[in-house]
């Protein structure tokens, strides 16, 4: 007879069986690359997303269904990354939307649910493109909500199918697809999590998960890092799901979950905080965890607790962690950026927080929250400097109501390098900075060296393609040679500077070389070149 109606648990397996049929798969969906260079990160970016909606909602499992799928999508909204990944997690929001007040879910439920989770993904786009993800979700959820399926192995099995078939067709609405043959790959990525659901029904054990995205690293703690002698330098990250309780609280809904939040802002810093039902769910850095653990008590009682010496933290990861201190700002700078030399350079031209990310490495909503908090401004400034990263970045900033948070569209590192160093971001009027550093960064002229992954009509396999704005503008077997081409195909002789950023894998004698070249080249300009240490791109180029 097959299932008629899933609990929260039964959805919880079910997501987390998605997640590790993506995991399995997710390198072939990074190849689907529509560009041929060595960026492709959908896969990553949508698995890492959906494992920290598995993760958030770990110990929520007991729960109603509409309880567990509210965790799941809050997890997904915390880890979102890239347009891949946002765009996932406003699926599974619009499934927690459909299925808001349901202990458990029946069949007309859940494909209400589903269909919930095509308005809320088409929503999260300002500009819906079809032969995408939200094409191929659109298609399947049409075709089994009207299908005459009677269970849900039987839906999933017709959702599976026509999201098959939809995909198939991607390339058909698509020319760049077409071009590049292959599908869409977020598409390809939402076939994989929705077969590993239909083979979760049926049974299928699912294959091992990778830890190495858990928010909990398991493994031995590094004692050397903190001895006897150590000064607790960077105190706790705390975090905690903790459960009102009707007898602490009184009425659960009706009660004002700020009181809380007022307390552990009074109480420490980079303070996250959500509340999703009865559940509040908190990370803060505090140098007494023991306190705060005590004080909230009074509320509920703790589903789960996580506490971690940041000193070790910082030890293990080699990363900056910014605490807050000091005034209040009235206005602060993030940015995303990616190698020693641009993160530095970006800060010694003014960026307050750098968030090291970029292409293959795009950073999660809750990592441009922490940064948010650590900057502690009135007015922040957010430069994503990728044109996948801008969509989590203002999500992050929808979150966030600590500041006035305003995300300028810059696509690129070129793009964010000009604005730094052309606006004033102490203008009284944030709606004005944000218009004059979005039309500097429009008028940007940069480009990228790199290396191509697959054969196309503009490059082959191996070689060095030029290229600017999404365009490939040259190709060489020899990548000095490719530079200089690109400058030549974007009129480098009109500009009076190129700044150049070499890669990390570039030997310092072929940069000395190059730039010599280049000035020879254009003896009327003054070339720059530095040492970015970027990964993917072999050379940056910006024209001013």
């Not at 659960?252 to 303070?271: H, K, M, N, T, W």
């Not at 800060?347 to 908090?373: C, H, L, R, W």
Request: charged share 25%; glycine share 10%; with cysteine.
């Amino acid at each position: 007879m097959g299932t008629l109606s899933i609990r929260g648990c039964d959805y919880l397996w079910l997501v987390k069986a998605g997640s590790s049929r993506l995991n399995a798969n997710r390198k072939e969906i990074n190849d689907l690359n529509v560009f041929p260079i060595p960026d492709g990160d959908t896969g990553d970016n949508m698995y890492m997303t959906i494992r920290s909606g598995c993760d958030y909602a770990e110990e929520t499992e007991s729960l109603g269904i509409d309880e567990v799928a509210s965790s799941v999508s809050h997890g997904m909204l915390l880890g979102a990354r890239g347009n891949s990944g946002v765009i996932l997690s406003r699926i599974f929001a619009g499934i927690a939307k459909g299925l808001a007040g349901a202990r458990e879910a029946d069949l007309e439920i859940w494909k209400n649910a589903m269909l919930e989770s095509v308005s809320e993904a088409y929503s999260s786009v300002a500009t819906p493109v079809e032969g995408t993800i939200l094409t191929v979700l659109k298609d399947a959820v049409r075709y089994a909500c009207s299908a005459s399926n009677t269970s849900f192995e039987e839906f999933f099995a017709d959702l599976c199918d026509e999201t098959e078939r939809s995909l198939d067709r991607t390339p058909d609405l698509l020319p760049v697809l077409k071009d590049a043959g292959v599908v869409d790959s977020g598409g390809a990525g939402l076939l994989y999590i929705l077969t590993g659901m239909r083979d979760a029904l049926s049974g299928y054990k699912g294959e091992d998960e990778q830890n190495e995205t858990k928010s909990v690293q398991n493994g031995k703690v590094d004692l050397s890092a903190f001895t006897e002698d150590s000064i607790l330098e960077f105190g706790y990250c705390t975090e905690f799901l903790l459960r009102l309780q009707t007898s602490k609280v009184g009425s659960v809904p009706d009660f004002d979950e700020s009181v809380i939040r007022d307390y552990l802002q009074s109480a420490g810093e980079s303070l996250v905080f959500f509340r999703d039902a009865s559940i509040i769910k908190a990370h803060i850095h505090t140098r007494t965890p023991g306190n705060i653990l005590n004080a909230c008590q009074k509320w509920g009682e703790y589903l789960s607790v996580k506490i971690e010496n940041m000193t070790l933290q910082h030890h293990e990861n080699h990363m900056e962690k910014k605490i807050v201190n000091g005034p209040r700002k009235r206005y602060a700078v993030v940015a995303v950026a990616s190698g020693k030399g641009i993160v530095d350079i970006f800060k010694d031209n003014g960026v307050d927080y750098v968030i090291e990310g970029g292409q293959t490495m795009n950073p999660s909503a809750e990592s441009f929250i922490e940064a948010f908090d650590s900057v502690n401004a009135d007015v922040i400034y957010v430069l994503p400097d990728n044109s996948n990263i801008i969509l989590t970045a203002r999500q992050s900033a929808e979150l966030y109501d600590g500041s006035d948070v305003r995300v300028i569209c810059t696509k690129s590192i070129g793009s964010g390098y000009a604005v730094l160093g052309s606006v004033d971001f102490s203008g009284p009027v944030p709606d004005t900075v944000v218009s004059e550093a979005e039309a500097i960064a429009a008028d940007t002229v940069a480009g990228m060296v790199s290396t191509a992954t697959r054969n196309t009509k503009d490059a082959v396999k191996g070689d060095y393609i030029g290229f600017s704005d999404g365009d490939v503008l040259c190709d060489s077997s020899d990548r000095s040679e490719a530079l200089i081409s690109l400058c030549a195909a974007l009129k480098a002789g009109d500009y009076d500077v190129l700044i150049v950023f070499k890669g990390a894998g570039v030997p310092d004698a072929e940069a000395d070389a190059l730039a010599a070249r280049l000035q020879g080249i254009y003896s009327n300009a003054e070339v720059v070149f530095c040492d970015g240490g970027q990964p993917v791109y072999d050379y940056l180029l910006i024209l001013e």
